[in-house]
């Protein structure tokens, strides 16, 4: 089953539990927490302290997203706040195969990401040890950029290689995904769709855009 991770960088923070809790109840499977460090991407977000923050508001597991230079240094951390998934970057790791090691050893779950201008050939020798992995469709950094279109045939080739491998790693998405793009990608092999800004739009509620993401995705054929 397509699992959606609703991204928390496009919420409003001056009432982030409420929104969570408006992400779990219209049917979201994860929340996806975007911690930016201001130097591997051009932003600066939130650290351990705001995960901890959320931990008590919600049962759905915490995918905390990474886009941090020497995220080993605090890997730790997070998970101690509450993360259930820990996400890092191929492009920060050059001890990659011990960052998820280590990721794995504090009892969660490693996810490794790429950017759209990264070779998936980069993931060859970690793709047996992770539990997510995840392509970019934009370029890390904020909410409610435009889906790049090639993204589309990257998973595709992604979704070939785990197949081939029998390996069995979720294969997630994540930037400018919405009802329109939602489709193209499941149908390419997604199961993870990570959305922010479709999903607390103020035109609508949070209910109606997860519906809508949803029934995009239903009229795939997929479930």
């Keep these: 089953m397509t699992k959606l991770s609703v991204s928390i960088l496009s919420a409003d923070f001056s009432r982030l539990g409420q929104q969570v809790a408006e992400a779990e109840a219209a049917g979201a499977d994860y929340i996806h927490v975007d911690v930016m460090d201001g130097h591997f991407v051009p932003n600066l977000t939130i650290g351990p302290v705001v995960v901890a923050g959320l ?4 049962r759905l597991p915490l995918d905390v997203h990474l886009m941090i230079e020497a995220p080993e240094r605090y890997l730790a951390d997070f998970v101690k706040a509450g993360a259930d998934i820990l996400t890092v970057h191929v492009e920060t790791c050059p001890h990659l195969y011990s960052t998820i090691q280590q990721i794995k050893g504090l009892g969660v779950k490693a996810g490794v990401s790429l950017n759209p201008g990264t070779s998936l050939s980069t993931l060859e020798e970690v793709l047996p040890l992770v539990d997510l992995v995840l392509v970019m469709s934009v370029e890390p950094g904020f909410g409610g950029q435009s889906f790049i279109p090639s ?30 793009t939602a489709p193209a990608v499941v149908k390419a092999g997604a199961e993870v769709l990570i959305a922010g800004s479709a999903v607390f739009s103020k035109k609508k509620s949070v209910a109606e855009n997860v519906r809508e993401i949803r029934e995009s995705i239903a009229k795939t054929g997929a479930p």
């Design 151 to 180: 993204s589309v045939d990257k998973v595709r080739r992604l979704r070939e290689m785990l197949d081939q491998a029998g390996l069995r790693p979720e294969l997630a998405v994540d930037g400018g995904i919405g009802p329109q």
């Design 55 to 58: 931990r008590p508001t919600t």
